[in-house]
């Protein structure tokens, strides 16, 4: 098996560990894309979300592009030596109806800010609509700006119907996406199982057709250490939520299961 990309390795080589291991919360934290996209965030905000990304050494933080700076200057004051959680930032964000153009400029500005991972919310009215191919014309667009970062499509499957889900995330897959993820957070609702199988299946079908394995990101609904399990069993790679910090800290306090 190979990966969509060099990143994936580490992804899915922690959640094999972590299903052999579901009490090693390192595991689980290695596989979190800690995230503060609200609108009404401050600075400190930020500076608390990066820290607790290098206590719990998460995956990355996830956030708005205007905030990397910050993120960076943390990064740098907390660990002078040794190895930061990754910059992820978000494009379109999060209604995704923003021009092709547009998102391209964005991934190349926060590409120029250092961020490490793009996640775009697609055209959710392309796919409604069912335009793949203009679909694939602006993931084209996107992986092209990265310039061979790791790339997150955000299709917002609570606005979608199950075809609607597979053929989107196919022309994305098909574009050069690296990883499938369900929702912004902002949508009806976030993550569920059903997503997590459609998605699934498009992995296999992809892995079948070129030989590379997509990444796979569960994002909203993230709420507890049992609603992480879930969704890592049910295929996940990777886990987006603001509540990471918090499930660890109340497992460590109360014991709570994980199975």
């Given at each position: 098996?190979?990966?969509?990309?060099?990143?994936?390795?580490?992804?899915?080589?922690?959640?094999?560990?972590?299903?052999?291991?579901?009490?090693?919360?390192?595991?689980?934290?290695?596989?979190?894309?800690?995230?503060?996209?609200?609108?009404?965030?401050?600075?400190?905000?930020?500076?608390?979300?990066?820290?607790?990304?290098?206590?719990?050494?998460?995956?990355?933080?996830?956030?708005?592009?205007?905030?990397?700076?910050?993120?960076?200057?943390?990064?740098?004051?907390?660990?002078?030596?040794?190895?930061?959680?990754?910059?992820?930032?978000?494009v379109g964000f999060p209604h995704g109806n923003t021009?092709?153009?547009?998102?391209?400029?964005?991934?190349?500005?926060?590409?120029?800010?250092?961020?490490?991972?793009?996640?775009?919310?697609q055209n959710v009215t392309w796919a409604r609509d069912?335009?793949?191919?203009?679909?694939?014309?602006?993931?084209?667009?996107?992986?092209?700006?990265?310039?061979?970062?790791?790339?997150?499509?955000?299709?917002?499957?609570?606005?979608?119907?199950?075809?609607?889900?597979?053929?989107?995330?196919?022309?994305?897959?098909?574009?050069?996406?690296?990883?499938?993820?369900?929702?912004?957070?902002?949508?009806?609702?976030?993550?569920?199982?059903?997503?997590?199988?459609?998605?699934?299946?498009?992995?296999?079908?992809?892995?079948?057709?070129?030989?590379?394995?997509?990444?796979?990101?569960?994002?909203?609904?993230?709420?507890?250490?049992?609603?992480?399990?879930n969704f890592i069993r049910c295929g996940a790679t990777?886990?987006?939520?603001?509540?990471?910090?918090?499930?660890?800290?109340?497992?460590?306090?109360?014991?709570?299961?994980?199975?």
């Open positions: 098996m190979k990966a969509a990309h060099f990143s994936l390795e580490k992804d899915f080589s922690q959640r094999e560990l972590l299903i052999k291991e579901p009490d090693r919360l390192e595991h689980l934290a290695a596989l979190i894309d800690h995230t503060l996209l609200k609108m009404n965030a401050v600075t400190g905000d930020f500076k608390k979300l990066v820290r607790e990304a290098m206590d719990h050494q998460f995956c990355s933080v996830c956030i708005p592009s205007s905030a990397i700076e910050i993120a960076l200057a943390e990064f740098k004051a907390g660990l002078p030596t040794g190895k930061s959680p990754l910059v992820c930032t978000v021009t092709t153009d547009a998102k391209i400029c964005e991934t190349t500005a926060a590409l120029e800010q250092g961020a490490d991972e793009f996640d775009f919310v069912h335009e793949w191919n203009r679909l694939k014309q602006e993931a084209e667009g996107i992986v092209r700006a990265a310039q061979g970062r790791l790339v997150k499509v955000i299709l917002e499957t609570s606005l979608l119907s199950d075809e609607e889900i597979f053929m989107s995330a196919s022309a994305a897959a098909d574009a050069g996406v690296h990883v499938l993820k369900t929702s912004t957070g902002f949508g009806t609702r976030g993550a569920s199982e059903n997503d997590l199988k459609i998605l699934s299946d498009v992995i296999v079908r992809h892995q079948k057709k070129t030989g590379l394995k997509l990444g796979l990101k569960a994002s909203g609904g993230v709420r507890s250490l049992a609603d992480a399990m990777r886990l987006g939520t603001s509540s990471g910090a918090l499930l660890l800290k109340r497992q460590s306090t109360e014991g709570e299961s994980v199975y």
